[in-house]
């Protein structure tokens, strides 16, 4: 409504209020067709959390750090392994 509003006192004086009205239509058309869209689910408000949040607050390098959980496991046994063949 505020785009609408907007336009109209824009353009009231300049194009006259046929072409004002029907700018008034086209401003808000956009705004108003946000609640009929869907993407994967999500309505746009979604959409647009998503997009802030992946494009903006996420950092774009992202490091790959691998984790041997199974050596890490385990780690404190070989430890003591390597330290008993070593003094023997």
Do not use: H
């Amino acid at each position: 409504c505020g785009i609408a509003v907007l336009i109209y006192f824009i353009f009231r004086k300049k194009l006259g209020l046929e072409i004002t009205s029907w700018l008034c239509i086209l401003g808000a058309l956009p705004f108003a067709a946000i609640g009929f869209i869907k993407y994967n689910g999500m309505n746009m408000e979604d959409i647009i959390v998503a997009f802030i949040r992946s494009e903006i607050l996420t950092p774009k390098e992202l490091i790959f750090k691998s984790n041997n959980f199974y050596y890490k496991a385990i780690e404190q046994y070989l430890n003591n392994n390597i330290k008993e063949e070593l003094k023997k």
